[in-house]
């Protein structure tokens, strides 16, 4: 009763080793709550003469992570490297002959979830994913599991650490875009390819994600409307501190009576709300269901320790159903498979939002009442406005927030505005976000 549950790990980067020493450092505690002992008996590494932060006694080690998938004698297999293939293949192997798979790979169970969970229903496996979403915090689990009883009107998280690192650089010292993301890269937070991260791809899968568990809805990345920090200067940082906002990255997902929204961009966000004092690489997700009102979730949304701990604490779940068929399990998208329904997603110009405008005009009399006449003429009102000095001889910004309104209503007003003689360079524009 007491043998150890044997775990293959596919991939030894930076979370793969993690998980190694987490299950080692904390190997009495792990057994406490499991019954067994987990010990890693099989993993695989590209490079075995590589050094590695890790204890690899006992452990066999392979070069084909196929061996693995396919034919180790293990209990439970991590896939710890990423992408969409072979990653794909090998966690369809693995739960082809009924062996459950943690994995913190977002893009693949965003891009690919639905085909995945249907293999390993097949066979009764579980595909069990905390890690890739938010690193350590144990958001999947809570609006899966801890929010069952309610039902899920909206949420939204950052759920970035890059972008809300480089976000944070050029509120508090000032830096521009291009700055904050050089110190970002030279502290290892970005990429030396950031694109995934900065033109918001990597939120939009973990979006897609919650927004499934969150709505019982099928896994839809093709739908999320997705927007990147890079247009964001920090001029516009500083007139949202004038207004009492903070500029953050958001995933946001919402239920509509015509469909749901599913978008991530650049938002600014009430200095009063909790999610706008996320700093630095933190995540935050902020939840509402109609019975337990808003619910915050907060910490550490990367790196190998905090990925490790959401990776264990699913091999833990499956570790104490070892041999029971998932199907009578939790699952993987908390309704039942057959109730996991699509619902329309609403077309971006659709969506409701108070908006940010910032414009280049120029210094004369009368700019502030035609821009006001031509909101007003959409039945747009205007919640806040600023003129700033000029930034010439003859130039001066000017910036508003206005009411929450359709997209498409604001961008008529917009395309007359930008029309306007006195208006010297195209629109800043950014949405604007109410919380409790």
Same mark, same amino acid.
């Given at each position: 009763?007491?043998?150890?549950?044997?775990?293959?790990v596919i991939g030894l980067g930076t979370v793969g080793q993690g998980v190694l020493r987490l299950l080692k450092d904390n190997a009495d505690e792990i057994t406490r709550r499991v019954g067994r002992p987990l010990r890693v008996t099989y993993a695989s590494v590209r490079d075995p003469n590589k050094p590695r932060d890790c204890d690899l006694s006992g452990v066999t080690t392979v070069a084909d992570p196929m061996q693995i998938a396919r034919d180790a004698d293990v209990d439970?297999?991590?896939? !710890?490297?990423?992408?969409? @293939?072979?990653?794909?293949?090998?966690?369809?192997?693995?739960?082809? $002959?009924?062996?459950?798979?943690?994995?913190?790979?977002?893009?693949?169970?965003?891009?690919?979830?639905?085909?995945? *969970?249907?293999?390993?229903?097949?066979?009764?496996?579980?595909?069990?994913?905390?890690?890739?979403?938010?690193?350590?915090?144990?958001?999947?689990?809570?609006?899966?599991?801890?929010?069952?009883?309610?039902?899920?009107?909206?949420? !939204?998280?950052?759920?970035?650490?890059?972008?809300?690192?480089?976000?944070?650089?050029? #509120?508090?010292?000032?830096?521009?875009?291009?700055?904050?993301?050089?110190?970002?890269?030279?502290?290892?937070?970005?990429? !030396?390819?950031?694109? *995934?991260?900065?033109?918001?791809?990597?939120?939009?899968?973990?979006?897609?994600?919650?927004?499934?568990?969150?709505?019982?809805?099928?896994?839809?990345?093709?739908?999320? @409307?997705?927007?990147?920090?890079?247009?964001?200067?920090?001029?516009?940082?500083?007139?949202?501190?004038?207004?009492?906002?903070?500029?953050?990255?958001?995933?946001?997902?919402?239920?509509?009576?015509?469909?749901?929204?599913?978008?991530?961009?650049?938002?600014?966000?009430?200095?009063?709300?909790?999610?706008?004092?996320?700093? %630095?690489?933190?995540?935050?997700?902020?939840?509402?269901?109609?019975?337990?009102?808003?619910?915050?979730?907060?910490?550490?949304?990367?790196?190998?320790?905090?990925?490790?701990?959401?990776?264990?604490?699913?091999?833990?779940?499956?570790?104490?159903?070892? %041999?029971?068929?998932?199907?009578?399990?939790?699952?993987?998208?908390?309704?039942?498979?057959? !109730?996991? #329904?699509?619902?329309?997603?609403?077309?971006?110009?659709?969506?409701?939002?108070?908006?940010?405008? $910032?414009?280049?005009?120029?210094?004369?009399? %009368?700019?502030? @009442?035609?821009?006001?006449?031509?909101?007003?003429?959409?039945?747009? @009102?205007?919640?806040?406005?600023? #003129? $700033?000095?000029?930034?010439?001889?003859?130039?001066?910004?000017?910036?508003?927030?206005?009411?929450?309104?359709? #997209?498409? $209503? *604001?961008?008529?007003?917009?395309?007359?505005?930008?029309?306007?003689?006195?208006?010297?360079?195209?629109?800043?524009?950014?949405?604007?976000?109410? *919380?409790?």
């Open positions: 009763m007491n043998e150890a549950i044997k775990v293959g439970l297999i991590v896939e !710890a490297i990423g992408g969409i @293939s072979p990653a794909r293949e090998l966690i369809e192997t693995a739960v082809g $002959r009924g062996i459950s798979v943690v994995t913190a790979n977002k893009a693949l169970i965003a891009e690919d979830g639905n085909r995945i *969970f249907d293999a390993a229903r097949q066979t009764g496996a579980s595909v069990a994913f905390e890690a890739a979403v938010a690193g350590g915090i144990p958001v999947i689990k809570a609006v899966r599991e801890g929010l069952a009883g309610n039902r899920v009107e909206r949420l !939204a998280g950052i759920i970035n650490g890059t972008c809300n690192y480089i976000l944070t650089q050029m #509120q508090e010292k000032g830096t521009s875009f291009d700055e904050a993301l050089r110190d970002a890269q030279r502290l290892g937070y970005a990429e !030396a390819d950031p694109t *995934f991260d900065i033109e918001g791809m990597d939120s939009a899968h973990k979006l897609t994600i919650l927004a499934s568990i969150a709505f019982g809805v099928p896994l839809d990345y093709a739908s999320v @409307s997705v927007e990147g920090i890079t247009k964001v200067t920090p001029q516009d940082i500083q007139i949202a501190q004038v207004f009492g906002y903070r500029i953050k990255l958001l995933g946001i997902a919402k239920r509509h009576a015509t469909g749901v929204e599913l978008c991530v961009h650049p938002t600014l966000v009430s200095e009063k709300a909790m999610i706008a004092k996320v700093d %630095g690489v933190l995540n935050s997700v902020v939840v509402h269901g109609n019975a337990v009102g808003e619910v915050g979730f907060y910490g550490r949304g990367a790196g190998g320790d905090a990925t490790a701990s959401a990776v264990v604490a699913d091999l833990c779940d499956l570790a104490r159903t070892l %041999g029971v068929d998932a199907r009578h399990a939790v699952p993987p998208l908390a309704f039942q498979p057959e !109730a996991v #329904q699509p619902l329309p997603v609403m077309a971006m110009a659709d969506v409701p939002s108070a908006f940010y405008l $910032r414009l280049l005009v120029a210094d004369e009399p %009368g700019v502030l @009442s035609k821009l006001t006449t031509i909101l007003a003429a959409h039945d747009i @009102s205007v919640e806040a406005i600023l #003129q $700033r000095e000029p930034h010439g001889e003859d130039d001066a910004t000017v910036a508003l927030i206005t009411s929450v309104i359709p #997209q498409h $209503r *604001f961008d008529h007003a917009l395309t007359e505005m930008r029309a306007l003689p006195f208006v010297r360079e195209d629109a800043a524009r950014l949405r604007v976000e109410k *919380f409790e």
